[in-house]
Structures are given as structure tokens and as C-alpha cells.
């Protein structure tokens, strides 16, 4: 079933959801996303009916607004997308930063909306003031309104009456969880090589990321993260630490596209890593899942590099 989606956002976990699900629990009260994002995993959830409620987090203000809009006035923010899509025709280029000057003044969450189906790769970026700095992407046009207004519904039908949205660091989010809650963290990227990512750097400290699981392990509470990962033979991010004794599961996310466009045969491989308490519930060990594309080189004799379960 081909779920909805409104906006692509950089790093978003849609297409690994159905793996990720085989880790969570058949059946949920309450699934929580303290680093929301474009919700990809809740949305995958409910289209399956996993949980009765949901609560969304995102420290982005304006993201956690357009994820309320999406949720419970689809159809007034359908209308003002098609409206300010339509403006565009004129001077599609001048458009797009007149809308990206207004929205970094007002930080109205339905012009992000737009901004996120016109900038390259649904990638927000932020400058060091905080302002929306991303480019519009030259070649698309970004969604059309039909399409957007498709998805908004799909996604207001399935998540209306039954989800929060909430702005908050996600301290504050695990701090209030119940003992029934499942939560799925899906924290900012940490860079590759050591390359650090500004834009999401601000958000979390590795220390504190400890210290906050460290404080759910003590509560029992059920989890599952997706954290470092590789790119061939390149790590991403520092390794969640035994002590916070985890079940780490490797996921083949397939091959990069600037590796493709290098003629390289680096792939991906995301780390998800399941709390005890829900690794002992569900039954998990560790494991690696392969990519198809992955797997057809492997068979035809291509040199991937792929690593072992630790
Ligand atoms: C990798 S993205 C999540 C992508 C999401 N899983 C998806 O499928 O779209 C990480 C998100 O965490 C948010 N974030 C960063 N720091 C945060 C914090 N301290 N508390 C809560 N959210 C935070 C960012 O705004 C970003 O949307």
C-alpha cells in the first residue's frame, strides 16, 4: 500500500519503515516520536492501525505546526497551498524566495509547507541566525496541489482524533512518557567521517542522548532508535554504548546516489538498535537486513562492502 506523504524531508525513515516496524509491537496504546520529523514511522503505523494514539514531537516549531495543519485543517491548508503554488507560474525562482523572505519573518508553517516541496531534496537548512537558507530546486516545480491535497487528506484521514502534536525538546517528551508507551527515536544525523552536520548538530548532544535512554532503561519503558550508521567503509556517528545494553540491527538502506554517480559500490547501512525491554517482548537478535539492490550485486559478483552484526 503506497502511504502519504506531503512533503520529502532530509533523513526521513519512509523508506525502511516496513522493516522498522517488524520492531515494534503488533499492537500499541501509545506510539511516540519525540524527533518527528515528516512522521514517516508514525504514519506507516497508523496506515497499519498498530497504535490507539499518537504523539508527535518535533523541536521545529514551524514543522510540528505544519504536521497540527496536515493533521486537523487538510483542507484549508490544501487551499492555501494550491493558491501559493499558482502564484508561482509568473516568476517560479522570484516566487520562492519571496516566500522564504515572508516565511523566515513569520514563520507561518504553511509556507514551509511550500518551501519543502520547492527546495532540493526536502532538505531544510537553517543559517547560523536560524533562517531558512535553502535553494529552490531548479528542476522540479514541487508538488502539484492535486497531489498535495491527496496526500494531506490521506494523512489527516488516518491520524485525525487519534494524534497530539507537540513542540518540545525531546527530553521533555520521554521525561512525560507512560510505561505503556512504545517510543521510536529517530535523532539528528551526526555527520559522516566525522564531517559534522550543522544543521541538526544543535539539537542533540551524544552525552545527553545517554543519559536520557540511560533514564528509560531504569523506567522500563519500550524503544527503538535509529542511530549511527556506515557508508561503505566510512562510519557515521559514535556507536550507542553496551552499557545501555541494546540489540543493534543493521539495515541495508542500498547505495548512495553520489556513490552511483562515482561508479562506486559503497552502500549504506543504517543502525537500529531495540531497547531490552522490547527486544525481550518481541523476541529481536541481532541481525543485518540486505538491500535487494545490494544483494542482486552480491550475486553477480560486484565487491560490496557490507559489515557484520556486532
Ligand atoms: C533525522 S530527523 C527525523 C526524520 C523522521 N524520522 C522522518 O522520517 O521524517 C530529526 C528531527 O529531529 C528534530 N530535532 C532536532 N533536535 C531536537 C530536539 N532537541 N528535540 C526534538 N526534536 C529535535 C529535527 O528538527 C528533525 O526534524
Not at 523566515?104 to 518551501?115: E, G, I, P, V, W
Request: aromatic letters at 10%; a neutral charge; proline letters at 4%.
Amino acid at each position: 500500500m503506497k502511504l502519504p506523504q506531503p512533503f520529502q524531508y532530509q533523513g526521513s525513515k519512509r523508506s525502511l519503515a516496513s522493516i522498522i516496524l517488524q520492531y515494534l509491537p503488533i499492537k500499541m496504546e501509545r506510539f511516540v516520536e519525540p524527533f518527528a520529523g515528516s512522521a514517516a514511522i508514525s504514519i506507516a503505523c497508523v496506515a497499519q492501525n498498530r497504535a490507539s494514539e499518537y504523539w508527535l514531537n518535533d523541536f521545529n516549531k514551524p514543522l510540528a505546526e505544519l504536521l497540527e495543519l496536515i493533521i486537523n485543517q487538510p483542507k484549508q491548508l490544501s487551499d492555501f497551498y494550491r493558491q501559493i503554488w499558482r502564484d508561482e507560474f509568473e516568476d517560479a525562482i522570484e516566487h520562492y524566495y519571496r516566500v522564504r523572505e515572508d516565511f523566515n519573518r513569520t514563520h507561518d508553517a504553511r509556507l514551509l509547507l511550500y518551501l519543502l516541496a520547492r527546495c532540493v531534496k526536502g532538505s531544510v537548512r537553517y543559517n547560523s541566525e536560524g533562517l531558512f537558507n535553502q535553494s529552490p530546486d531548479n528542476r522540479r516545480l514541487g508538488t502539484r496541489p492535486e497531489t498535495m491535497q491527496a496526500n494531506i487528506l490521506g494523512v489527516s484521514m488516518l491520524m485525525r482524533g487519534k494524534s497530539v502534536v507537540t513542540s518540545f525538546d525531546y527530553r521533555d517528551v520521554l521525561a512525560s512518557t507512560r510505561e505503556s508507551d512504545v517510543v521510536y527515536m529517530d535523532p539528528p544525523y551526526q555527520g559522516v567521517c566525522g564531517d559534522r552536520d550543522a544543521r541538526y548538530l544543535s539539537g542533540v548532544s551524544f552525552e545527553e542522548f545517554v543519559t536520557a535512554l540511560e533514564r528509560l532503561n531504569t523506567r522500563g519503558i519500550r524503544y527503538v532508535i535509529s542511530y549511527d550508521g556506515r557508508l561503505g567503509t566510512c562510519s557515521y556517528g559514535e556507536p550507542l554504548p553496551a552499557c545501555l545494553d541494546l540489540t543493534l540491527i543493521e539495515l541495508e538502506a542500498g547505495r548512495s546516489s553520489q556513490a552511483t554517480l562515482l561508479g562506486r559500490d559503497d552502500v549504506t547501512v543504517e543502525s537500529l538498535y531495540v531497547s531490552r525491554s522490547l527486544a525481550e517482548k518481541i523476541g529481536v537478535q541481532p541481525r543485518t537486513h540486505r538491500s535487494q539492490t545490494a544483494e542482486q550485486m552480491r550475486l553477480l559478483g560486484a565487491n560490496v562492502k557490507y559489515g557484520k552484526v556486532s
